[in-house]
């Protein structure tokens, strides 16, 4: 895949910094969106995986946790950049704080936004340029996700709607999750 320059996100901080301390903890942030590339893996690999054991491992059966991580790893992530499925990074400055990527032709696979940003507009950021992409290339939106339990209400923010019961492959647990309207 190729980098190029990307969308801008200015978010508010949810925290206020303290009176009198502006230019110490400022509210407006600066987040680039590009395409990831092969030598962003590792760092892909680490934000999802340590995203993944905070929120997503309460939720998961016995083994469930090794499973995951096992399919976060870097050579799984350098995988599927090899094998081009889309993957939209934002980072600030030099650091990676959210990616979202998607397994062709229109299956949401990751959204991942680092912690201390969550409900900051960069998900829905990605999500939505990870949209255009898909459209640009086949002509529908992302139309399915197995989303890991905590995040069945963003999902449906989003537009999802669960689409049956839970399911646990091996200690995985997840919702499958569909929108309709995708053309």
């Known amino acids: 895949m190729h980098r190029s320059g990307g969308g801008h996100v200015f978010s508010k901080s949810r925290l206020s910094p303290p009176p009198g301390d502006v230019e110490r903890y400022p509210t407006e942030m600066h987040v680039d969106i590009r395409d990831a590339s092969t030598h962003d893996a590792a760092a892909i690999s680490l934000l999802v ?34 094998d081009d499925w889309l993957h939209l990074a934002a980072f600030d400055d030099r650091d990676l704080v959210a990616v979202v990527v998607v397994k062709p032709p229109i ?3 990751h959204l991942f936004v680092r912690s201390d940003l969550q409900r900051s507009g960069i998900g829905t950021k990605l999500l939505d340029e990870a949209d255009r ?42 919702q499958p999750m569909s929108r309709h309207d995708c053309g």
């Open 49 to 82: 995986s340590s995203l993944a054991r905070e929120h997503i491992g309460p939720s998961l059966g016995p083994g469930g946790l090794d499973v995951l991580i096992a399919s976060l790893d870097f050579d799984s992530t350098l995988q599927r950049l090899k």
């Open 133 to 174: 992409r898909v459209q640009r290339s086949c002509g529908l939106r992302l139309a399915t996700v197995n989303s890991s339990l905590n995040a069945v209400s963003a999902y449906m923010r989003f537009g999802f709607k669960p689409d049956g019961g839970v399911v646990d492959i091996d200690g995985v647990r997840f």
């Open 107 to 109: 299956h949401l696979y």
